[in-house]
């Protein structure tokens, strides 16, 4: 088969190496990839916005591509699926509808809402609403913060805001509503409460019918250590979870994930796919943050080198609606994922900074390097955004997986070059 993969990120290299060692691939392709995933497919500068569908699907054509995977969110938003399906060709991911997972809080909210699955509660406003808004922070009891404001579109990671009291929520209410800060995707909102505690992601691939649930892994959000400072795309991971019990998997599967897929059902949305949930699990009580319509960066960073089957056949079954038959086989060892960020992320990202030190770790046992931000300049690998690159080590327990990471990082450098070192610290010494 030829694949082609569409994204540029840690998780699209990740998916392109699992593709890549599958034995029903004859060529791999992306579209427009990066300097590690060039390595390995045949990458396309072509971008993936809407504008451009027509191009990609020329691009299928013109190769014969047998199957397409879609990484990021937005193409998926945008109904990509359903444009290329319409033409015939077989693609992974949810269409339009089913998207709005992802691409509606306010559309996910309310199916929550109206379906009693668990999740914070929640007001929602529109931009002709604002003093309706105004007024109902106005309302809100200063011990009962902080409060949460998500804009309801895609924002690229950036559309939610959390605030410490009524102060901090009508200035977040101003960036949405009078600077426009989020554009069309900041014009309408949801105001919830704040739920804190620990979170998992659960990442689930679905054929329309039935969901089959990927191993557990937890990712870090915030830039620095201890879980401070700004929130980001993700600064690593670790796969499985080995302090969540059978009764929390449970509640998880059977109040949230289960419960939404058969609620998008009902409204006749066949999801096909990844349903990622990000969960929140507060007194050992599971409640829903947010869907995503895709693979988690950088939890598929994780999960995938854990994952022993042929990964081709089971993404075309979930296209085909047949994953009955599907059983997927997991490695028992332990996989941490540290993600190398450039000086000045999140607020900014380099380009251009030579990256040293990968050839080195490139033939280390136990270690995959998936690059996010980089690309190829004159023969050299540099840095060309804010996620480098994902270092991941796997091994029989954390604490090597650990070790074996921080390790490897020592090898790699660019200038400005950070990451947490907390990674994975609080199961270290589990087994
Ligand atoms: N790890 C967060 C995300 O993929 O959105």
Request: proline share 3%.
């Amino acid at each position: 088969m030829n694949i082609l993969i569409i994204g540029s990120g840690g998780r699209e290299h990740c998916l392109a190496w699992k593709i890549s060692r599958s034995r029903l691939v004859d060529k791999l392709f992306a579209i427009p990839g990066n300097a590690g995933i060039s390595q390995i497919a045949r990458c396309e500068n072509i971008s993936y916005s809407k504008e451009n569908f027509k191009d990609i699907l020329q691009f299928i054509e013109k190769n014969g591509i047998d199957l397409t995977v879609v990484g990021p969110e937005a193409p998926l938003v945008d109904g990509i699926v359903d444009y290329l399906s319409k033409k015939g060709h077989l693609v992974f991911g949810p269409g339009q509808m089913a998207a709005q997972i992802e691409g509606s809080k306010v559309f996910t909210k309310k199916l929550c809402m109206n379906y009693n699955i668990p999740t914070a509660k929640a007001e929602f406003f529109n931009k002709s609403e604002s003093d309706k808004a105004v007024a109902y922070i106005k309302g809100l009891k200063e011990r009962e913060f902080p409060y949460v404001i998500k804009a309801d579109g895609l924002a690229s990671g950036k559309g939610v805001i959390i605030a410490q009291n009524k102060e901090e929520l009508l200035s977040a209410l101003n960036s949405f509503f009078i600077e426009n800060k989020f554009g069309k995707s900041g014009e309408n909102i949801v105001i919830e409460e704040f739920i804190s505690g620990f979170e998992v992601s659960l990442l689930c691939l679905c054929d329309g019918k039935i969901l089959i649930p990927l191993d557990l892994a937890q990712d870090y959000k915030k830039i620095f250590d201890g879980d401070n400072g700004k929130n980001t795309g993700g600064m690593g991971s670790y796969s499985p979870l080995p302090f969540i019990d059978e009764i929390l998997y449970e509640k998880i599967l059977n109040k949230i994930v289960l419960p939404t897929f058969n609620a998008l059902k009902t409204k006749k949305i066949d999801y096909k796919g990844v349903l990622y949930a990000g969960i929140i699990v507060k007194e050992n009580e599971p409640y829903l943050l947010e869907y995503n319509c895709r693979f988690g960066d950088p939890e598929t960073q994780a999960v995938l080198p854990r994952l022993k089957n042929d990964i081709v056949p089971v993404l075309v079954d979930c296209v085909k609606g047949s994953l009955k038959s599907t059983k997927l086989k997991w490695d028992d060892e332990k996989t941490v994922c540290v993600v190398l960020a450039s000086k000045g992320y999140p607020e900014t990202s380099s380009k251009g900074d030579i990256i040293s030190g990968l050839e080195e770790v490139a033939s280390q046992k136990g270690v995959f390097v998936f690059h996010g931000g980089t690309e190829n300049e004159e023969g050299k690998i540099v840095t060309n955004g804010g996620r480098v690159l994902n270092v991941v080590a796997k091994a029989d327990t954390f604490k090597e997986a650990r070790i074996l990471n921080y390790e490897t990082i020592k090898k790699i450098n660019f200038n400005g070059m950070q990451f947490r070192k907390d990674i994975a610290l609080r199961v270290e010494e589990t087994l």
